[in-house]
């Protein structure tokens, strides 16, 4: 079992900044990749960005490429996604997952956090 935990949502303004966390804790030896998705009000959950644990691959949807970075840090079993140049249209609880190895699903997520971008 991985539990996830993510942290760092908030109310902002179009155009600002926010970094959000996912700590993970308990079998973290078999997480191969995390991942991160969003929720809007009314709409289906979709994903956001991904990165393998060793750190070597990522992938973003195309709404948020070039405003999003994900990133991770081993030794605190944390993935972080940066997020820039926020609109309200980034506005969703956004929530991490783990894919672990042999397995081709995200198998663990979080409870998610909420971002919301004021126009």
């Known amino acids: 079992q991985v539990q996830l935990v993510e942290s760092g949502g908030g109310l902002v303004q179009t155009g600002d900044s926010l970094r959000l966390s996912c700590a993970a804790s308990?079998?973290?030896?078999?997480?191969?990749?995390m991942g991160w998705f969003r929720q809007a009000p009314g709409k289906e959950r979709e994903f956001v960005a991904r990165?393998?644990?060793?750190?070597?691959?990522?992938n973003y949807a195309d709404s948020v490429k070039s405003r999003f970075t994900i990133s991770r840090d081993n030794a605190k079993n944390t993935v972080y996604l940066q997020m820039t140049s926020l609109n309200p249209e980034d506005t969703a609880i956004y929530s991490c997952?783990?894919?672990?190895?042999?397995?081709?699903?995200?198998?663990?997520w979080g409870r998610g956090t909420q971002v919301t971008v004021s126009s």
């Open positions: 997952a783990v894919r672990p190895y042999g397995n081709t699903q995200y198998t663990y």
């Open positions: 990165i393998n644990w060793s750190g070597s691959s990522t």
């Open positions: 308990g079998r973290t030896s078999s997480i191969a990749a």
